[in-house]
């Protein structure tokens, strides 16, 4: 079990980084710093050079591969991390210098049990991308197929799993504190983290979500993903059908191919949509190294260790809201806000209605070049302290996926309406899934199945029966011992020694997207 004291050397090493990147300084002008973080701030940028402007991702780059991770969903939340740290985290790449490929080689073999030789053919030294998580190699089956072949960084998992135990030692101390800490969630944040890092650090699952969304999209005309060589894949090592196509982002490139740009963005779009709200199972790393364009205008996904679930239910919101916000139906919106429960019940529906007529009124029928789907979300956002709406972790990827979907489509299209190009699929998706008849299919179905259930039902709600609402159940977090001690039945901080403020402090700095990842 890791020590206060090793969490706390890594929270002052990294509080350190933080400073030299001028990343503190925002801390501690911040409304809602508590009084004891916003002084140990000051502390740690003692002796520190700090550049007249902030970077953050230049910071969370230095600190290491789990930070980046983090930094990349925090860039997506505005309402924590502010505007201007969100759009300095935007520019996070998720690159790192390349191991040697001796320790790539050993990796293959050890995790395969056999000589290299054995499973490919050939295999290139010199990787085709370097990121936190892994290495990607061009090869040459036994076969004489081309691949791709991803291998894991040796030791990576062990040191994603000490940085993130430190996180959710932070995370407790820091949500201890009540107030804007608690409504922020902080440990639910940091646990949603921990499990989507767990699924990118076992690339079986990686390949399994490959798989499974080639089946969702089955049908799904300019679209697909390469084929899995399962042979050639385990845990550590995952290998894939070489892809020949330009990178989304060559715009240049694409141009000069002669591809429809337009169509292109469109069907970016589309693809999103259908995978988030049709199939609720969607690509969460869309970002412009994981798209290419093949010759003949198809787009192909690469990499999908960070996948994003929603269940029907929350689909069935999401494409009301979506739609609500389209044609101007607030009332429906905030109607919907509280039945999921994300807005508590003692605040005024029409109140939360007008609070989203401000926020959707002046983006309707213009395009992305002048407003936007990222600057919707910080204008809810915004409103969400208003309403004590809580964070919803199992939105963060949804949210995250949004803005870059977005980016891409209008690189490639700035003339784009994300409004447009999206009302037709959800309109059509509410009425085949939400009209009557879908309704009267749906609800034989349930009632049938509710039937053939009952006996196990009945002794489930004997056992439990946990109120929820539109957020899944969030699983136990794990058990944290606080560096302070309850007393009188208020909790008093002997003097908030150094521990806990360091705790406090740089998990607060997560918390507000310059902290450690």
Known sequence: MTTPATHIARFLRWGRVLARHGALRIIEKGQNTPAPVRRLCRIARIGAVQPRVPDYA???????????????????????VGEEAARNLLSLQDRLPPVSFALIRREIE???????????ASIEPEPIGAASVAQVHRAVTTDGRRVAVKVLRPGIREKF???????????????ALGGEASRLRPRAVIANFRRWTVRELDLRREAASASELTEAMRGQEGYRIPAIDWDRTNGRVMTIAWV????????????AAGHDLAGIARRLVLTFLRQAISAGFFHADMHQGNLFVEADGTIVAIDF???????????????????????????????IHFEAQYVPGYHSVEEFATALRAVGEPMRGKPVSELSVGQMLDGLFAITRDFDMQTQPHLLLLQKTMVMVEGLATALDPDINMWDVAAPFVQGWIRD??????????????DAGTLLR????IRRIEQSFPARGGAPEQPPLPDVELMWARKHGSRRWP?????ALAGGAAVWAVMQGLGPG
């Open 244 to 255: 020949d196509g330009i990178k989304i982002s060559e715009i240049a490139a694409l141009r």
């Open 305 to 335: 260790g960070i996948m994003g679930r929603i269940d029907r239910r929350a689909r069935q919101w999401l494409a009301e809201i979506l739609y609500g916000l389209t044609t101007g139906d607030y009332r429906r919106v905030a109607e």
């Open 454 to 457: 009952l006996p196990a039902l």
């Open 58 to 80: 230049a910071a969370f780059q230095a600190i290491g591969p789990a930070a980046i991770k983090l930094g990349q969903t925090l860039a997506t939340r505005p309402d924590i």
């Open 161 to 175: 799993a000490r940085d993130i135990g430190t996180y959710e030692w932070g995370a407790a101390h820091l949500e």
């Open 433 to 446: 899934e939400l009209g009557p008849e879908a309704a009267i299919a749906g609800r034989l179905r349930e």
């Open 110 to 120: 050890s995790s395969f049990a056999r000589p290299i030789e054995e499973i490919f």
């Open 495 to 499: 003097g908030y020694i150094a521990a």
